[in-house]
Structure formats: structure tokens, C-alpha cells
């Protein structure tokens, strides 16, 4: 009888210490290193990953990314740090193929899983990438363009100027080959123009696109501007100059110039990608190798998240809104 109440007893004090062990558990740390701070499309990212951490009471995630993408040798002294401390897993989005790739490696061999966005690093001890696959989106937006060429009976001859954000990023360059590819086997006479890269500064696109108008004046198709930036220096120059009905201009992401641009039929599409996704999904698998629902092998190197052509046609559709602004779907 004195066993069988000592045991009721030892019982009860572990139950009622339960409700204490479980409020002192340490939530899930989860790093996320953006390229910058200073874009829309990044704090979209970050839109994805604190719904994640909305969404799940054990996890903390904090975030990180220097001001701007040209910035990316403070992105990886950002993410020597993170190391430093130690957190249950890191999402980053390395600005350019190498200049993370170091760090990255360091993580890993800690024991901290890394999980890549956006842009494929130079290593490959990451889990897996959450990206576009910028090649097609490239060749998604050169197959409108001509399209759009043909619809305005513009002969397939002449230059397409390209502008750049900066060399050395696989994104960018996957994105700027996809598009120049399908215009040299679909259109051979029309030129693709060797990139003007421009350190992802916005009034340097305007100029960059400025610069191709005057060098151009009798051959210039029209332009391609490659991520957010560069699309919202060409959306100003388009708006500015009212050349949407003599000119094609296309681009990447959804900042509001560009959108606004579109709207006013100055900018005739531009390719939508997901960082909501890409933050969302980054969280969710770090959280599933932590929590061991799953392993960093049960992981495929490449996740395609998608791009969405948005245009004149469609910019204004009910189901657009999430994709255009994925603030709209904050939860926190």
C-alpha cells in the first residue's frame, strides 16, 4: 500500500511539474537573411516567414539583410554573426553565387541546417533552394514580348536593351540567358543588348534606360529590366517620356512603379515571383528537420516556387491581389 502511494505521488509531481518544463522549452530559432532592406520584394519574404512564425507558438524567428543588395559584404559578415549564435536554422537569400557560400559551409558543419532563397549559392551543403526558376520566367517574358511585337505589326528587327541590377548573381543571370535564348531562336534579327548593370540603384535604371534611348534612336525595340529595381527605374523612364505605345518595356517583380506602370500601359508585363512562398516554405522546412519530421536528404536540391505574368490584361483581377501584394496577406 505505502509503494503503491509513493508511486500516486511521484505521479502527481510530475504531472504538476509538466505545465513548468513545458513553459521553460526553448521555441525553435529560426534565422531569415534577406538581401536588403530596403526593397519591397524582400520585406515580402519576410511577410511569408513571420506568418510561419505567427502560425507556430514554439517557433522565433528573427530577421536579418543589410539596406541594400549591393551591400553583400555586410550580408555575409550578417551571417557570420547569426553563426555565431547558434540558431536552430537559417533561411538566407545570398545576394550573389559566392559571397555567402563560405558561410554557408561554416553553418553546416556547426550542425545548423541552411536553407537557400532565391539565389543558388556557389556551395552545395545547403538543404535545398525555394526559387523561381528564373530561366523559364526569362523565356516566359521574351515569348510576350515578341507576341506583343507581332500584335502591333512591328517587324522582328532591331535591339531590346537590357538592364541589369549587377553581375554575378545566378538569379539575374538565369533570368537575362532565359530571355536572351528564346529571342535568338525565335526572332535571330533582333539583337539582345549586352546587360548595363547598375548596382541595383533605381535612378541609375532610369539612366541606364535613358542611355540605350539616345544610343538606339532608330533601332530600339524596346527593354528589359530584370528584377525590381531596374524595373522601377525603367517604369519612371516609360512614364516619364509616354513611350508605352512606341516601345515594349518588361520586367521582374511587383513594386508599385511597376505595377502603376502597367495600369497606365507604359510597362507591358512584368514576371511575378513568390517570396512569400519563398519565406513561408523556408521556415516550414527548417522547422520540419528541427522538429524530425523530416531529414535534410528527404529534401530535392531545387524548389521551383513559381512566376506569374501579370499584364494589362489581368493586373486588375480579384485573384491578382495576393500575387501583387503579399501584404495584403499578413497575419501578424
Same mark, same amino acid.
Given at each position: ?8 505521488l511521484v505521479a502527481l509531481l ?40 505567427? *502560425? ?9 539583410g543589410p539596406v541594400s543588395e ?27 553565387? /559566392? ?15 541552411v536553407v537557400i532563397a532565391d ?135 511587383? /513594386? #508599385? ?6 495600369? *497606365? ?9 513568390? #517570396? ?57
Amino acid at each position: 500500500m505505502k509503494k503503491i502511494l509513493a508511486l500516486l505521488l511521484v505521479a502527481l509531481l510530475v504531472a504538476a511539474a509538466m505545465p513548468f518544463a513545458m513553459a521553460e522549452a526553448e521555441p525553435i530559432e529560426i534565422a531569415v537573411i534577406i538581401k536588403a532592406t530596403d526593397s519591397d520584394f524582400w520585406q515580402q519574404l519576410l511577410v511569408g516567414a513571420l506568418n510561419f512564425n505567427f *502560425e507556430h507558438d514554439d517557433v522565433n524567428v528573427t530577421t536579418y539583410g543589410p539596406v541594400s543588395e549591393a551591400d553583400y559584404d555586410e550580408q555575409a559578415t550578417i551571417l557570420d554573426g547569426v553563426i555565431v549564435t547558434h540558431p536552430d536554422g537559417i533561411v538566407l537569400a545570398p545576394t550573389l553565387v /559566392d559571397n555567402c557560400s563560405a558561410g554557408i559551409d561554416e553553418a553546416v558543419a556547426q550542425g545548423i541546417p541552411v536553407v537557400i532563397a532565391d539565389n543558388t549559392p556557389s556551395t552545395d551543403s545547403y538543404v535545398t533552394v525555394y526559387a523561381t526558376d528564373s530561366y523559364t520566367a526569362g523565356s516566359n517574358l521574351a515569348a510576350l514580348f515578341l507576341a506583343e511585337l507581332e500584335a502591333r505589326g512591328v517587324e522582328p528587327k532591331g535591339v531590346i536593351g537590357l538592364i541589369s541590377a549587377m553581375a554575378g548573381s545566378d538569379t539575374l543571370i538565369k533570368r537575362e540567358t532565359g530571355f536572351a535564348d528564346y529571342i535568338a531562336e525565335n526572332a535571330p534579327e533582333i539583337t539582345v543588348l549586352e546587360p548595363i548593370y547598375v548596382d541595383n540603384d533605381i535612378p541609375k535604371a532610369l539612366s541606364a534606360a535613358e542611355n540605350i534611348y539616345t544610343a538606339h534612336p532608330d533601332d530600339l525595340l524596346g527593354y528589359y529590366a530584370s528584377n525590381n529595381c531596374t524595373g522601377d527605374g525603367l517604369a519612371q523612364f516609360m512614364t516619364e517620356n509616354n513611350l508605352g505605345q512606341r516601345l515594349i518595356a518588361v520586367c521582374f517583380d511587383s /513594386d #508599385p512603379a511597376e505595377i502603376t506602370a502597367i495600369r *497606365e500601359g507604359q510597362v507591358l508585363a512584368t514576371a511575378i515571383q513568390s #517570396p512569400y512562398n519563398m519565406g513561408y516554405m523556408g521556415c516550414q522546412a527548417i522547422y520540419d528537420i528541427v522538429t524530425g519530421v523530416k531529414t535534410a536528404a528527404d529534401f530535392e536540391k531545387f524548389c521551383d516556387t513559381g512566376a506569374t505574368l501579370v499584364t494589362g490584361e489581368n493586373v486588375n483581377d480579384e485573384e491578382m491581389v495576393g500575387v501583387i501584394d503579399p501584404f495584403t496577406l499578413k497575419l501578424y
